[in-house]
């Protein structure tokens, strides 16, 4: 009798999207304005040649591609872990207003002045922005909360950090703040340097720990919150887990990189059918699927307009959405 | 061996109890049907005894952490639920989590009690199945099966038969016996009486949240009781295969406002 083992295609999509998550840093690296050829950009990563070169790999060229990476896998496993805990494949990481506020903090400090203290005060006001409103939303929906509570109450937190950034753009000072506070807002990579891959990777890897660690209580959740809390399964520690992670990930995501959309909603829903519909498989696949994908887009935003500065949570949100719309024509008979 | 002791189990939704005071064992062998009319406390009583509501006075279930619960009881609940697009034996293998460690594949002997509870089900060629895209009836089965892969002393379903043909309710029955006569112990709510008569070993009434009868059937199905809790006008017909039920007609005693719950 054919027999499947569990854990054999599991194999195969991680040997896949690893071949392109590694293929699209790589390329991420030496894709740019200033031609580098391969041994020579290897070569400067680890400090020596050309000392422009150097400087080049090292100081612009690493930070952007692995901020791109980070941010990726951060969306992508908030993404899949949101879906899985509510059961719903319309849920994405933002959700919970963790984006939003973090945001929100990232325009205050760009209006206040604030950003221009040191380098990292924007990150950092942004971080301190998500935490609040990871406490915000515990304080409100309670640790024993329904699913239904936290959602509602993450969107009204997001729509409160909304009107408040919308608030600070009204007051900007001149105009010049208000386009580098908008151009912010769209979402880039472009222009970081390694103290911010340094300041949002301990948050992060706390957030991935907490979130790919939920793999066996989400499984259980396919089968509704009683079935799931029968099988064993502790759904308060659950929730404060997801929510944590959660805020880490994607509150420092935000906080690098600004509003980076879509990618927490359509990564897990394309690996969905790879990962046979296993939420533990699809944690892990859509961290790597989410990595590859925003990589992608950076590149996107190099390769056709080199010269106008795309940004790029404007780039991911034009491939997502299409991309989103024909994922919904294409399953609308079984969501129907 | 007793599998589950109730001691004046209450619970609350605010301050009214939906289960009021209720005291039971359920003991290795048995298949115990528990009936009442709608609303009179039954998924209550076995989300309480599980400890998936806040309960007062004692269940031997709740007391446990709950891995360790789970090692002891599978829990079958009404609302039938399969979240995403699954292979069937991938859903079936989900009884299986109480046992696996973190980020542990199915071990052999997860995979053969899987197995076993796939051909109990009669799912053998449904393995590979999507089981969100099966029928409403199907589907029953597949989490029927989940629950026995969890390979649990005890079993607790929740109207485990309804929505389900007569032939898939009268082989879920059968399976609920045969599981009893094994050793293990089953405690399902029921709505069919005739079925709950034939199948099960003994019957427990609730009625308004209390424990109102429990025992064999005959001593519980009689024209009397079928008035009293259900509010039906019925036959109960001997027959060589067991007790067959038929109700004729609804009472109307039991219209006027009741205040006997808070008592």
Partial sequence: MLKTRAGDGAVKLFGALMVLTVAMFTASLFVGYAAISLPDGLAALFGSGDPLIVTVMQEIRLPRTLLAAMVGLSLGLAGAAMQGFLRNPLAEPGLIGVSGSAALGAVIALQTGFASAFLLALPVSALVFAAGAVGLILLLAGPRGSSLTLILTGIAVSAFAAALTSLALNLSPNPYAASEIVFWLMGSVADRAMTHVWLALPVMALGWLALITLGHGLDALTLGEDAAEALGVSLSSLRLQLLLGTAAAVGAATAVAGAVGFVGLVVPHILRRFAEGRPSTLLWASALGGAAMVLAADLAVRVILPDRDLKLGVVMALIGAPLFLHLIYKTRREIA | ?263
């Avoid at chain 2, 639920?81 to 991938?90: F, L, N």
């Fill in chain 2, 1 to 263: 061996m007793t599998f589950l002791t109730l001691d004046s189990l209450t619970v609350r939704r605010g301050a009214c109890p939906v289960v009021d005071q209720a005291s039971l064992t359920i003991a290795e062998g048995e298949c115990v049907g528990l009936i009442g009319p709608n609303g009179a406390g039954k998924t209550s009583l076995l989300r309480g005894a599980l400890g998936l509501l806040p309960i007062e006075g004692q269940s031997s279930l709740a007391d446990l952490p709950p891995r360790h619960r789970a090692a002891q009881a599978a829990w079958l609940p009404q609302k039938r639920e399969i979240a995403w697009p699954m292979s069937v034996e991938r859903v079936v293998a989900l009884g299986r989590l109480p046992y696996l460690a973190r980020g542990a594949t199915l071990s052999a002997q997860d995979q053969s009690a899987v197995d076993a509870a796939l051909h109990r089900m009669g799912l053998d060629g449904f393995r590979q199945r999507i089981a969100t895209q099966l029928s409403g009836g199907e589907q029953a089965r597949v989490l029927i099966a989940r629950t026995l892969a969890q390979d649990t002393p005890l079993l607790l379903a929740d109207e485990p038969i309804a929505g389900l043909d007569p032939a898939a309710q009268i082989a879920t029955l059968d399976v609920f016996r045969s599981l009893a006569g094994e050793g293990r112990a089953v405690l399902t709510s029921l709505h069919d009486l005739s079925l709950a008569a034939r199948y099960c070993t003994r019957l427990i009434v609730m009625h308004q949240g209390r424990v109102v009868a429990d025992g064999p059937r005959d001593d519980i199905l009689t024209k009397e009781m079928l008035a009293d809790v259900f509010d039906l006008r019925a036959e109960v017909l001997d027959t060589a295969e067991g007790p067959i039920v038929q109700p004729l007609g609804v009472l109307h005693a039991s219209t006027a406002p009741q205040t006997g719950a808070h008592g």
